[in-house]
């Protein structure tokens, strides 16, 4: 003959493993919702600095540990990686390379005058800009007490 199985002990499984998910999930949205501000607020981070130390430096282990040994960045980084088309988009719009010739021409140009700077006793804010020659002027527009 065979036992039935209690229904007040599947009531009380039940309800445990209720229970036991609540709390998981009750206990992970809190543990992040401490960790995204450990992670954007400096006055959070302060405050456990001098009053939870240990909490803080935990805080720090478990970043090293990942940013070190964790796989999860590059998971992330695998996710995030734009897609071939999205990649022949990004070259069409005409982005331009930092090592294009107008930006070595800006480059070039800002270590000449810091070159100059270096060499010269007076800082350049306190030179004068050179004044144009009288062939470069623009025609003056008269003022009120010339047409006067």
């Known amino acids: ?56 430096e935990g805080y720090y282990k478990v970043g090293e540990y990942f ?10 980084l695998k996710l995030t990686e734009p897609s071939e088309e999205k990649k022949k988009q990004i070259a069409q719009t005409g982005y331009s390379d930092p090592s294009s010739g107008e930006s070595q021409k800006k480059k070039a140009l800002f270590l000449e005058k810091l070159k100059q700077a270096s060499v010269t006793e007076t800082p350049i804010y306190l030179k004068k800009k050179e004044s144009k020659t009288s062939d470069q002027e623009a025609p003056k527009q008269p003022t009120k007490r010339e047409i006067n």
């Open 67 to 76: 940013g070190a040994f964790g796989s999860l960045g590059y998971i992330l």
């Open 1 to 56: 003959m065979l036992k039935k199985p209690n229904p007040q002990l599947f009531r009380l499984i039940k309800k445990t493993a209720a229970f036991l998910i609540f709390a998981e999930t009750a206990a992970f949205a809190g543990t992040y919702l401490a960790w995204y501000k450990l992670n954007t607020s400096r006055d959070f981070r302060y405050y456990f600095h001098t009053n939870y130390p240990v909490v803080l």
